[in-house]
């Protein structure tokens, strides 16, 4: 095994979240977050304060072998949108939203990596005005 070591062949941690923030960012009326953890009950309080409509960016962690000197990461992106009057609306524009968020990071390429949404689904709040999706992304060397 050559003595290069897995950092020298994948981007930052924090450069991949940026980068996916300002890929984001682009989608028009989209406030854009970033948060340390996939962690549902916690960001529905932050998802509150913050501006709707959203996207929340996470970090959710990578795969390193042995075998190959390159890691293996996930992104987690949340969309969602609140409106206590109309929760139809609100649907449409999170699954709208959504459809956004995957269109500007799959497939997309940044510096020596390549970022593929590898699924998404519907989130459940307890609160009824809240509509959210999450998209989850891989990304890896090509």
Same mark, same amino acid.
């Given at each position: 095994?050559?003595?290069?070591?897995?950092?020298?062949?994948?981007?930052?941690?924090?450069?991949?979240? &940026?980068?996916?923030?300002?890929? *984001? =960012?682009?989608? !028009?009326?989209?406030? /854009?977050?970033? %948060?340390?953890?996939?962690? #549902?009950? &916690?960001?529905?309080?932050?998802? *509150? =304060?913050?501006? !709707?409509?959203?996207? /929340?960016?996470? %970090?959710?962690?990578?795969? #390193?072998?042995?075998?190959?000197?390159?890691?293996?990461?996930?992104? !987690?992106?949340?969309?969602?949108?609140?409106?206590?009057?109309?929760?139809?609306?609100?649907?449409?524009?999170?699954?709208?939203?959504?459809?956004?968020?995957?269109?500007?990071?799959?497939?997309?390429?940044?510096?020596?990596?390549?970022?593929?949404?590898?699924?998404?689904?519907?989130?459940?709040?307890?609160?009824?005005?809240?509509?959210?999706?999450?998209?989850?992304?891989?990304?890896?060397?090509?």
């Amino acid at each position: 095994m050559s003595d290069a070591t897995i950092t020298n062949f994948i981007e930052p941690t924090k450069s991949v979240v &940026e980068w996916a923030m300002t890929q *984001l =960012d682009t989608v !028009s009326g989209l406030n /854009v977050y970033k %948060y340390h953890k996939l962690n #549902y009950e &916690e960001l529905f309080f932050y998802l *509150l =304060d913050w501006k !709707s409509p959203c996207a /929340v960016v996470i %970090y959710a962690g990578s795969i #390193y072998t042995d075998n190959i000197q390159r890691r293996q990461g996930s992104l !987690s992106v949340i969309v969602a949108d609140k409106d206590m009057v109309d929760a139809s609306g609100s649907v449409d524009r999170s699954q709208d939203l959504l459809d956004d968020a995957i269109s500007k990071l799959d497939h997309m390429i940044y510096n020596n990596l390549l970022c593929r949404v590898v699924s998404d689904k519907p989130i459940y709040f307890k609160n009824a005005g809240m509509t959210a999706y999450e998209a989850g992304f891989r990304f890896d060397d090509h």
